[in-house]
């Protein structure tokens, strides 16, 4: 997609997170970790990309690797996801574990609703994507 906007993601050394640019603009992040490191990179990533964002844009979060989310990764995501412009993004998010689920589901609920991403959580791959693919008038 040419009208993306730039993704401004490198690696960092202790930063359990690597960012992706989706084909449909969106972005692909893949967790191994939720220590303080990443959870600050995270923090900060995710504002930078909220700021200015007009559209729809759909994410996937691929929590896999991490069998336990920590009180402040959810604190933050929670504090993330109430940014008025996270109103503008589809979620997809893949657990592996019931623990990272329903931690998922805690930060849902935290969220407020008014400006809370549309999240749905999985726990396979190729179904996060079919559901991300959807057209927009198809997405609950």
């Known amino acids: 997609m040419s009208d993306s906007k730039p993704l401004n993601w490198s690696p960092k050394p202790g930063?359990?997170?690597?960012?992706?640019?989706?084909?449909?603009?969106?972005?692909?992040?893949?967790?191994?970790?939720t220590s303080e490191?990443?959870?600050?990179?995270?923090?900060d990533f995710a504002l930078e990309?909220?700021?200015?964002?007009?559209r729809l844009k759909r994410n996937l979060y691929d929590l896999r690797a991490v069998k336990n989310i920590s009180e402040k990764a959810v604190r933050t995501a929670v504090e993330v996801n109430s940014d008025p412009?996270?109103?503008?993004?589809?979620?997809?998010?893949?657990?592996g574990s019931a623990e990272a689920?329903?931690?998922?589901?805690?930060?849902?609920?935290?969220?407020?609703?008014?400006?809370?991403?549309?999240?749905k959580i999985f726990s396979d791959l190729g179904e996060a994507e079919a559901w991300l693919s959807r057209p927009l008038d198809q997405m609950p």
């Open 15 to 33: 930063v359990g997170m690597t960012v992706t640019r989706r084909p449909d603009g969106g972005m692909n992040l893949v967790f191994t970790d």
């Open 37 to 43: 490191a990443t959870v600050q990179a995270w923090h």
């Open 49 to 54: 990309h909220l700021l200015g964002s007009d």
């Open 85 to 95: 412009s996270a109103r503008n993004i589809r979620l997809a998010v893949v657990v």
């Open 101 to 119: 689920a329903k931690a998922v589901r805690d930060i849902a609920a935290l969220a407020l609703p008014e400006t809370s991403a549309a999240v």
